[in-house]
Each structure stands twice: as C-alpha cells, then as structure tokens.
Nanobody, 131 residues
Framework: QVRLVESGGGSVQAGGSLRLSCAASGYTFSRYCMGWFRQAPGKERDGIAIFYPDGGSTYYADSVKGRFTISQDNAKNTLSLQMNSLKPDDTAMYYC????????????????????????WGQGTQVTVSS
C-alpha cells in the first residue's frame, strides 16, 4: 500500500528557509511522478514542484521558481522540498503526492502539476510565514 508522510513544516519569518520531507513507501519510487502541492485557506490546491522519474527533470510554478528546490533520494525513498526566501504568500498546507506515469513522449515520462492527476497523498504539513 502506498504511503506518503510529510514532515518539516513550521513557522518562520519572511526571508527564512524550511525543508520539507516526504517519506514514501509501498511502491517503486522511480516509476512515479512525485510532487509538492500547497493549499492556502479559501484557495485551490496548486502544484508547485514536480519531480519526473526520468533521472531529474523538474517543474516549478512561477510563484516558487528560483526559491524552492525539489529533490529525490531513491535510496531513502524520500522526496524533499528546500524552500528559501520564504514569503507570507507561501503560507499554506503543503502536501506530497504521487501518481503512476500514464503518458510517455519519445520514451520519456510525462508528469503534470494538476492535483487531480495524482492518486496518492500525504496528510500535509503546515507552513506559516510571518512578515
């Protein structure tokens, strides 16, 4: 059974950093699209960083590009999100999610940042950034 467990959230002042981790179990890590999503109160859940199972391709939403870095440790089955230069607008519940690769292009996996495309979700970890 696929299980995702996030950790590392907390409260930080603007300009600070946090590192989120997602421990995954129950499946072969390298065959899944994995990503970080966030949802602020009253807003939709958005995909902010995606890691492709092709050896390192990534996607970042414009709102976090240049500040956040997604990485994956296959040996430890862990997905991480390093968040730097945090802003109050980054305040949200952050979720780790995974889905099997269902589309390929020229032998390379295609992943999306659309929450509805992801089958497996962690419980979330809260990130609060104060000004």
């Amino acid at each position: 059974q696929v299980r995702l467990v996030e950790s590392g959230g907390g409260s930080v002042q603007a300009g600070g950093s946090l590192r989120l981790s997602c421990a995954a179990s129950g499946y072969t890590f390298s065959r899944y699209c994995m990503g970080w999503f966030r949802q602020a109160p009253g807003k939709e859940r958005d995909g902010i960083a995606i890691f492709y199972p092709d050896g390192g391709s990534t996607y970042y939403a414009d709102s976090v590009k240049g500040r956040f870095t997604i990485s994956q440790d296959n040996a430890k089955n862990t997905l991480s999100l390093q968040m730097n230069s945090l802003k109050p607008d980054d305040t949200a519940m952050y979720y780790c999610a995974a889905t099997t690769v269902s589309r390929w292009s020229r032998g390379r996996p295609l992943c999306t940042e659309t929450p509805n495309d992801y089958n497996y979700w962690g419980q979330g970890t809260q990130v609060t950034v104060s000004s």
